[in-house]
């Protein structure tokens, strides 16, 4: 059972990474539907951040789809947070990274709660970048990445690792296209003569 719901929900993951990556809205509803398959799965794995962030994709997902469900006009461009506000950013991860640790280590069972933790936080942070086109959120997708194949591996979810190594490669594609897009957007209008 448990094997069943990880593949599809690695099928449904592909098919989100896929889309976010060519900017198409459609993505959210394969996201919303990998993270309702990954929630019951995580928590049969004793990976209780991780059940909690998937509930977190799931209303992410229906964030973003608001987001990016507007007229031509209206829609989101790429665009990226200041440099200064990362040091707030991941300040404030860290503090409630090690608050939820110590919690999930004190009262759960949880295996691996600090490193769980810490991945579910900044992954908080990255959707959300991500939902409102930050670029920057791709940088934190990679390091998050890297980090939970290990978690995944650990805990014998070798798939969903499997699924980790591919979205860390498709982090720096992502990262490299909405660059692109990013840089197109700032480029000054050439007036043909």
């Not at 990998?34 to 799965?41: A, H, K, P």
């Not at 799931?58 to 973003?64: L, N, S």
């Not at 190594?165 to 003569?193: C, D, R």
Request: net charge neutral; aromatic share 20%.
């Amino acid at each position: 059972m448990d094997l069943v719901l990880e593949i599809t929900a690695v099928i449904l993951g592909f098919a989100y990474l896929y889309f976010i990556i060519k900017e198409n809205k459609i993505c959210w509803f394969f996201g919303i539907a990998s993270s309702l398959v990954s929630i019951w799965l995580f928590y049969r794995s004793t990976l209780y951040a991780e059940s909690i962030l998937y509930v977190y994709y799931v209303i992410i997902g229906v964030y973003g789809y608001v987001l990016w469900n507007k007229s031509p006009e209206e829609q989101l461009k790429v665009t990226d947070v200041k440099a200064s506000s990362h040091l707030l950013i991941i300040s404030v991860g860290i503090l409630l990274s090690y608050a939820l640790g110590y919690v999930f280590s004190n009262y759960t069972d949880a295996k691996s709660p600090f490193l769980d933790s810490t991945t579910t936080i900044f992954s908080f942070i990255a959707s959300y970048l991500e939902a409102k086109k930050k670029l920057s959120g791709w940088i934190y997708w990679v390091v998050i990445n890297l980090s939970t194949i290990f978690l995944y591996h650990n805990r014998s979810l070798d798939y969903y690792a499997g699924l980790t190594v591919v979205y860390t490669v498709f982090s720096v594609v992502g990262y490299i296209q909405w660059k692109k897009h990013l840089n197109k957007e700032n480029e000054p209008y050439n007036i043909a003569h």
